[in-house]
């Protein structure tokens, strides 16, 4: 049973689109991420979630919206994609903000052409 | 402001050592320690918490220097299966969410 869970995978769309990713997790854990990897691997925080308390990195473009049905699924919702949003798209929770060990999804790779 | 790491990259013979460093401009309530492999997520290794506190997990220990706002991590005798991205990623607070490094590419070679 996958604990940390994305789909889809392989997301390949137009600019302008409107898209979202999916995630879930089965750990029983308090706080969702999401995280934004480019082609140079660089690892950037988006968005924390926890407990309906929702913590937003200032550099991300309110296109990027979390949205969160339960304590167990954290999605993301993208407006109007740009090419500059190509890149692997990780979701990620933990038991504990800050502090708790990340358990991290497989990642969601989406290209905008 | 995101965590430091130096090498960039490092290239190893199988058994050999390497450090792996991880530095802060700001305060460090904690520092992670994240593996990741090509095409996969990036996998837990270690938290340090306290000042000074070292941690080792088989071959692979970590340091964190609190004061200096550094950490290191320690690959002894290293296998093929060290390759990978490490990243460090840090918080100067409880509960802010962790702010990873650039990554350090190690690659293990016969």
């Known amino acids: 049973d996958t604990a940390v869970s994305q789909t889809p995978k392989y997301l390949v769309t137009q600019m302008g689109n409107d898209k979202s990713i999916k995630c879930e997790q089965n750990l029983g854990h308090d706080t969702m991420y999401w995280y934004k990897q480019d082609s140079k691997k660089f690892l950037k925080i988006m968005f924390s979630y926890n407990n309906k308390e929702l913590i937003i990195n200032e550099t991300v473009p309110n296109r990027f919206s979390p949205k969160s049905p339960d304590k167990a699924h954290l999605n993301l919702h993208i407006n109007s994609l740009e090419l500059g949003d190509s890149a692997v798209y990780f979701c990620a929770s933990s038991r504990t903000s800050g502090t708790g060990e990340l358990f991290f999804g497989e990642g969601s790779r989406l290209t905008v052409l | 402001q995101q965590p430091v790491q130096s090498p960039q990259a490092v290239i190893l013979r199988e058994g050999e050592d390497a450090v792996i460093n991880c530095s802060s401009s700001?305060?460090?309530?904690?520092v992670h320690w994240y593996r990741q492999k090509h095409g996969e997520a990036p996998v837990f290794l270690m938290i340090?918490?306290?000042?000074?506190e070292q941690k080792g997990h088989d071959k692979i220990s970590a340091s964190f220097n609190e004061k200096k706002q550094q950490s290191s991590l320690y690959l002894t005798a290293s296998q093929l299966s060290y390759s990978g991205t490490y990243f460090c990623a840090g918080n100067n607070n409880a509960g802010n969410m962790l702010t990873f490094g650039g990554g350090t590419r190690l690659m293990v070679k016969p």
């Open positions: 700001k305060a460090l309530y904690s």
């Open positions: 340090l918490l306290k000042g000074g």
